[in-house]
């Protein structure tokens, strides 16, 4: 082993591994960016000539947390104004406070209209999410008319399935009460009520989506979202919705800004299964998945396909089986016709491309186990992994057959604390919201799964979504689902070699082992250690990312 030579040993407090043989170690040894060794200190300095770096001494260190679920929107999220319920952290390590009444929120869009009088775009916020205001009547366009008759807004809503408008935008784009799209809500007037539901009702909105697009491909949102990494402790984000293989050319832009030594994550990037330019069939729009993956870097990587086969819960567009919402009224959309699953699906299967089904509404995920049953049958694979996402309402009979199959599922746990008290009195009422987001009963039959923020629907930050899925508790106070929670270490499991695992990346990320690449979280405190209600609250120092330590930006108040 005459060849390595740029070794750096790194002593820490305690070092958790994730590795049954050997748990906790004294040191770790770094060398090409990559784990030379684990164990005692003098083991680490076995290998030979080697710098110390003792700035970890105090300080623990886990294996690289992976968010398995999130959008690159996250980034560009950070830059858009915020008017959501709950306080959010932003890139300088800060908050930005939440919006409580309508009366702030129409007060705070005024001043934006104010900041950026004389602009020609629109005012495009996020974070709203109207199931808070469940008092006062439905946001519609009469109420953003109030900030302005002639400025266009577009107020995007936390579960990202949703957006309110108002007259002026309607009228930009032609939206009347002759729309035939599906989503465009009405009023009792029958014109347009200034929401609209789900991504073909958004898109007729064009000029706002453009300024959301052109925020998601602005180099500094992309160095945001590598700033927010570091200061969540996150290694690795996957976007669950890269247009790849629609836009080849924001590509080569995330490439050369996530390849840069100073870029602080690794990007994973699920593509949306939309038709490439050029292609018209599935089979072509494979090839072209398959070919992107051939330019997969160290750093920014294709790591399979994303299919959205229904809505959101909380926005009442799940596609729910019997008996349906709890209260309110159904508004479930396919957003892919369940008759064409499995041909869209067909073709990336043969290919073994590794493929995740967002499945929210419990009448989707046996139509998606069904599938990869089929696609099993038709071409071998005995290792697809193939994943249900979000897998909020999977009951046990589902996880059992998923186990058989080899599909892993990634939880939605965050939706606990953010929606938790909102499922249990409106959406899907008391006793399928304690089955929620059911991680307890995926590890009781033997499915491997990973829990996520869907970041930005909300905040990254797998110190939070652990705790979530360890405490299961709602911001009323309740414990939802005593029987669902998970113990810390299955938590930091689930963020760490569960997220690897259906990635096909555990054999490179996931645990701190020889072999392995050098990507830890840096933490104040152990997570397997402290009081499970302190998991949240444990300091983030930063990370290390193939061997290079990254710090985060702490808040700067006490
Ligand atoms: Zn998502």
Not at 128 to 153: A, G, M, N, W
Not at 345 to 351: M, N, Y
Request: net charge negative; with cysteine.
């Amino acid at each position: 082993m005459g060849d390595i030579t740029d070794i750096t040993v790194f002593p820490a407090r305690r070092i958790v591994t994730m590795d049954a043989a050997q748990p906790t170690v004294e040191a770790v040894a770094v060398a090409d960016g990559r784990i030379l060794a684990a164990g005692s200190l003098d083991e680490c300095r076995s290998w030979g000539p080697h710098r110390l770096d003792e700035r970890f001494a105090d300080l623990v260190l886990v294996p690289g947390m992976i968010e398995a679920h999130a959008h690159s929107l996250e980034g560009a999220f950070a830059l858009l104004p915020y008017v959501g319920w709950f306080d959010r952290h932003n890139a300088e390590g800060g908050t930005t406070p939440g919006i409580r009444t309508y009366a702030d929120l129409l007060d705070r869009l005024r001043a934006l209209d104010a900041e950026t009088a004389g602009s020609s775009e629109p005012i495009v916020a996020g974070g709203f999410d109207p199931i808070y205001f469940r008092d006062e009547e439905r946001l519609t366009k009469e109420h953003l008319d109030r900030v302005s008759t002639t400025r266009p807004i577009f107020l995007f809503h936390a579960s990202a399935h949703l957006a309110t408008v108002n007259s002026a935008m309607l009228e930009l784009h032609g939206i009347d009460r002759d729309a035939t799209t599906p989503g465009v809500a009405r009023g009792p007037d029958g014109t347009p009520s200034g929401e609209l539901q789900e991504m073909p009702a958004m898109a007729l909105a064009g000029s706002a989506l453009a300024v959301i697009l052109r925020a998601i491909n602005d180099p500094a949102a992309i160095g945001t979202l590598g700033q927010i990494c570091v200061n969540q402790g996150i290694t690795a984000l996957t976007d669950l919705a890269a247009a790849g293989l629609q836009r080849p050319e924001s590509q080569e832009l995330w490439r050369r800004l996530v390849e840069r030594p100073d870029y602080p994550a690794r990007v994973f990037q699920r593509h949306i299964n939309a038709m490439p330019p050029g292609a018209s069939t599935w089979d072509e729009a494979a090839d072209a998945l398959v070919d992107l993956g051939r330019d997969s870097g160290d750093k920014l990587r294709t790591v399979g396909l994303k299919v959205v086969l229904d809505g959101s819960i909380q926005g009442f567009t799940a596609k729910m089986d019997w008996p349906g919402y709890y209260t309110g009224s159904d508004h479930g959309i396919w957003m892919t016709d369940p008759a064409q699953l499995l041909d869209i699906c067909r073709p990336f299967h043969e290919r073994l491309v590794n493929i995740h089904v967002h499945c929210n509404g419990d009448l989707t995920i046996d139509l998606w186990i069904d599938t990869v049953e089929r696609l099993l049958l038709e071409t071998a694979w005995l290792d697809h992994r193939h994943t249900v996402q979000h897998s909020q309402l999977t009951k046990a009979h589902h996880f059992r057959r998923m186990a058989k199959l080899g599909m892993c599922a990634n939880i939605f746990t965050n939706h606990i604390w953010y929606w938790g008290d909102q499922h249990h009195d409106i959406t899907v009422g008391p006793e399928r919201a304690r089955r929620m987001e059911p991680c307890a009963t995926a590890e009781r039959e033997g499915v491997s799964f990973s829990i996520h923020s869907d970041a930005n629907v909300t905040p990254l930050g797998h110190l939070h979504t652990m705790w979530c899925a360890v405490n299961r508790l709602t911001p009323s106070g309740r414990v939802l689902g005593e029987g669902e929670r998970i113990s810390a270490e299955s938590a930091l499991r689930a963020v760490t070699l569960g997220s690897a695992y259906q990635l096909h990346l555990d054999g490179e990320l996931g645990s701190i082992e020889c072999g392995k690449t050098a990507d830890f979280t840096v933490l104040d405190d152990d997570p397997l250690e402290v009081d499970p209600l302190a998991i949240r609250d444990i300091g983030v120092w930063g990370t290390v990312v193939g061997g290079t330590p990254f710090e985060a930006k702490r808040p700067t108040s006490t």
